[in-house]
């Protein structure tokens, strides 16, 4: 069955860089749109970042652009999310999510496998 | 950006009881809406997709509907394990965004 399974997350300064792995199995990357997802404590969940299926086309959220880029390996069907000049307001925890329409244009379908998410803490 | 409002904040009803949440959109989001559950320490699981449309597993008491700007998830007896959280996320315009989420408490 369709599974995600990200890792990676820990305590980094302000300034710092960290990536993210979501591991899937039970279906191929290069079949389905991704995204990550966060979570701050106590807040609602926030879209952070897409990738088509085919890796065609990358969309994130203006709190993040320029500073953290999706990506994904479709030979070891992992993706994954650079994050770069971290901040404290990118602390969370950090969701990978499958989209449920295969070979789609992105964002056309709800998220229908999520991951147990991955806790990202910045702070000095 | 397409605000998303939930309310109730928090529900509390018995066993059995009829609960119903609601999610308005600040602007059209046709019917590109899903509604997610969150239980502490997991990630979401997805109820209903396209404003109606029961997902794979999610049983008969829950269902959706609208469209537009006005969404209603009821859920029809509730269950102990209902207990939790509810997000609606639009996927109709970037950014993506979700509602600030209804608590349900089960008395």
């Known amino acids: 069955q369709v599974q995600l399974v990200e890792s990676g997350g820990g305590v980094v300064q302000p300034g710092g860089s960290l990536r993210l792995s979501c591991a899937a199995s039970?279906?191929?990357?290069?079949?389905?749109?991704m995204h990550w997802v966060r979570q701050a404590p106590g807040k609602r969940l926030e879209w952070v970042a897409s990738?088509?299926?085919?890796?065609?086309?990358?969309y994130y959220a203006d709190s993040v652009k320029g500073r953290l880029t999706i990506s994904s390996d479709i030979s070891k069907n992992t993706l994954y999310l650079q994050m770069n000049s971290l901040i404290a307001e990118d602390t969370a925890v950090y969701y990978c999510?499958?989209?449920?329409?295969?070979?789609?244009?992105?964002?056309?379908?709800?998220?229908?496998?999520w991951g147990q998410g991955t806790l990202v803490t910045v702070s000095s | 950006e397409i605000l998303l409002t939930q309310s109730p904040a928090t529900l509390s009803l018995s066993p059995g009881e009829r609960a119903t949440l609601s999610c308005r959109a600040s602007?059209?989001?046709?019917?590109?809406l899903a509604w997610y559950q969150q239980k502490p320490g997991q990630g979401p699981r997805l109820l209903i997709y396209?404003?109606?449309y029961r997902a794979t597993g999610i049983p008969a008491r829950f269902s959706g509907s609208g469209s537009g700007t006005d969404f209603t998830l009821t859920i029809t007896s509730l269950e102990p394990e209902d207990c939790a959280v509810y997000y609606c996320?639009?996927?109709?315009?970037?950014?993506?965004?979700f509602g600030g989420g209804t608590k349900v408490e089960i008395k």
């Open positions: 999510a499958k989209e449920k329409s295969p070979r789609a244009n992105t964002a056309t379908s709800a998220f229908d496998s």
């Open positions: 039970g279906f191929s990357l290069s079949n389905f749109a």
């Open positions: 990738i088509r299926f085919d890796g065609a086309n990358k």
């Open positions: 602007q059209s989001v046709s019917r590109y």
């Open positions: 396209d404003a109606s």
């Open positions: 996320h639009q996927h109709n315009d970037w950014p993506l965004t």
